[in-house]
């Protein structure tokens, strides 16, 4: 399941005041700077943003989407002291296009896209993201939006039930799975679902310390919420904002994510997209970017120490090259 974010708990102000994951990583990735803009495209409970703009004062702005109420209540009263330097808006990454035209802006300088779940959204017992908790099987990130888990899981059919769960969650079970679901509907809650995966699921199958209802969970959430597509759209609309030597910056928590992220990263910083057997190059593709590690950069030990969730994160970073 996707572990984004710093964990955290709530304070009785409720103001979650957390470390978000790969945090000095991100602020050395994007280079903050005095008098640049920057775009936070998951700007969740404002703890990147908070960094990007301490480290860019005192005239550096920033644009932070987010598709949660709730996150970006708590963001907007944490990034209060920055004033009209930090401005959010309660839409989706892909609406980066009409919010740049919003706040008038051609280009920007960073783009940060930290994919998956904040801490409140997995801690939220009534958002229905965690098996752990008992609560409704929603995990929408945006609450307004039509299709919930309890949709899909009542009205997909088998088929289609299997497919997202190999396909999104690289379940193995994932037919066994699907039709003990549509035996057992209407099933209601995060305990319904993950108690019949786990009744389901063989004991010799299972992955040794990982609940067997991890990737049913995660599968379903990439599927209300459209993630892996809408992570492929927004990758060539953010390069497509960056200044030369503007960097684009994208955790991703799972290999799917990762995988799309890579790829992308990959081609764009190549001057050839032909197939490797092809003995002459004939895409006339120009390399955008300039990849500046090969390899995702990963937490540290101590981070993952401090906050298990981090484990699986992973951070690729890219330049626009100039025209």
């Not at 919010?99 to 801490?119: E, F, M, N």
């Not at 401090?306 to 699986?312: E, F, I, L, V």
Request: net charge neutral; aromatic share 6%; hydrophobic share 40%.
């Amino acid at each position: 399941m996707n572990h984004p974010q710093g964990s955290a708990k709530p304070s009785n102000n409720t103001t979650l005041l957390h470390t978000p994951v790969l945090y000095q990583e991100v602020l050395h990735a994007l280079q903050p700077t005095d008098g640049k803009r920057y775009v936070d495209g998951t700007v969740g409970l404002g703890g990147h943003a908070l960094g990007i703009l301490s480290a860019s004062s005192p005239t550096g702005k920033l644009l932070g989407f987010d598709r949660d109420p709730n996150a970006l209540k708590i963001a907007t009263q944490r990034l209060q002291p920055f004033a009209e330097r930090a401005i959010l808006l309660h839409t989706s990454y892909l609406e980066m296009p009409a919010g740049l035209a919003q706040v008038g802006w051609q280009q920007v300088d960073g783009i940060l896209l930290d994919l998956g779940l904040s801490s409140l959204q997995l801690d939220s017992a009534e958002r229905g993201f965690s098996f752990r908790q008992e609560g409704p099987l929603d995990m929408r990130f945006d609450p307004a939006a039509s299709l919930s888990a309890a949709d899909v899981v009542n009205s997909w059919s088998a088929t289609e039930l299997a497919s997202i769960f190999w396909d999104y969650g690289e379940e193995r079970f994932s037919q066994r799975i699907a039709q003990a679901i549509v035996q057992a509907r209407p099933l209601r809650s995060t305990h319904q679902l993950a108690n019949l995966v786990d009744r389901v699921v063989p004991k010799k199958g299972r992955t040794p310390g990982i609940h067997p209802a991890t990737r049913v969970f995660q599968a379903l959430r990439i599927a209300v919420n459209d993630e892996l597509q809408a992570v492929a759209k927004v990758l060539p609309l953010a390069v497509s904002y960056l200044a030369p030597a503007g960097r684009l910056a994208v955790i991703s928590f799972h290999s799917l994510e990762d995988r799309i992220v890579k790829q992308f990263m990959r081609r764009e910083s190549s001057d050839c997209i032909c197939p490797p057997e092809q003995p002459v190059c004939t895409c006339e593709h120009q390399a955008s970017l300039r990849e500046l590690h090969r390899k995702p950069i990963s937490a540290s030990a101590a981070e993952i120490l401090q906050n298990s969730r981090s484990r699986s994160a992973k951070l690729r970073v890219a330049e626009r090259l100039s025209e």
